[in-house]
């Protein structure tokens, strides 16, 4: 049973489209995240849910557009796509604030 | 604005030493730095977690220490298996909220047969 799964595992699409990533825990995790993994491997926070309610929003263009429909998911729509947003997206989830994270296997997006 | 640096050289090291990894903060001491061990294509699995308030943590092979005179923790894998090679991140908690992490770049790890 993988513990955070997200989809899809590639995403390829050109300049200006809009597409989402889906992501689920089944840990019975409060807390669920959205981080940014560049092409230097720095790990950024994007966004924070916790119990649906958005708790961190970073300085995130807003063509960024997380969903929480229950507390088991954190979805993330990109609008208007740019090449700059390629990189790889990281859901995970949390018990509680100071605990460790769960990631899934991350989403590599590429933007043409 | 804190901020968590590690080695961005590879540590290259032969089967059986003990690898030794650091991890450097800025400003104030995190209430507890985290260690992350991330394979290609995968996502980072968590390993351990140090509290400012403790000097060492183990967990079978893997020790971690937390030195807040030097703002710095040093992972130690003794024993070391080529399938410890791997990339491994330090991750300190962020000041403006107790839900943020903040990820140094990682180090990657080899270790030769």
């Known amino acids: 049973d993988t513990a955070v799964s997200q989809t899809p595992k590639y995403l390829v699409t050109q300049m200006g489209n809009d597409k989402s990533i889906k992501c689920e825990q089944n840990?019975?995790?409060?807390?669920m995240y959205w981080y940014k993994q560049d092409s230097k491997k720095f790990l950024k926070i994007m966004f924070s849910?916790?119990?649906?309610?958005?708790?961190i929003n970073e300085t995130v263009p807003n063509r960024f557009s997380p969903k929480s429909p229950d507390k088991a998911h954190l979805n993330l729509h990109i609008n208007s796509l740019e090449l700059g947003d390629s990189a790889v997206y990281f859901c995970?989830?949390?018990?509680?604030?100071?605990?460790?994270?769960?990631f899934g296997n991350g989403t590599r997006l590429t933007v043409t | 604005s804190q901020k968590i640096e590690q080695n961005s050289e590879a540590l290259n090291i032969q089967e059986g030493k003990t690898a030794t990894l650091t991890c450097n903060y800025t400003?104030?001491?995190?209430?507890?730095l985290q260690w992350y061990r991330q394979d290609p294509g995968r996502g980072p699995v968590f390993l351990l977690l140090?509290?400012?308030?403790?000097k060492e943590k183990r967990k079978e092979r893997l020790k971690v220490t937390f030195d807040t005179t030097l703002k710095q923790s040093l992972f130690h894998i003794t024993a070391s298996q080529p399938a410890d090679s791997a990339t491994y991140l330090c991750?300190?908690?962020?000041?403006?909220?107790?839900?943020?992490?903040?990820f140094g770049s990682g180090t990657r790890l080899l270790v030769r047969p």
């Open positions: 849910y916790n119990n649906k309610e958005l708790i």
């Open positions: 991750a300190r908690n962020g000041g403006d909220s107790s839900y943020k992490l903040i």
């Open positions: 840990l019975g995790h409060d807390t």
């Open positions: 995970a989830s949390s018990q509680s604030n100071n605990s460790p994270l769960h």
């Open positions: 400003n104030y001491s995190p209430a507890y």
């Open positions: 140090i509290r400012e308030n403790e």
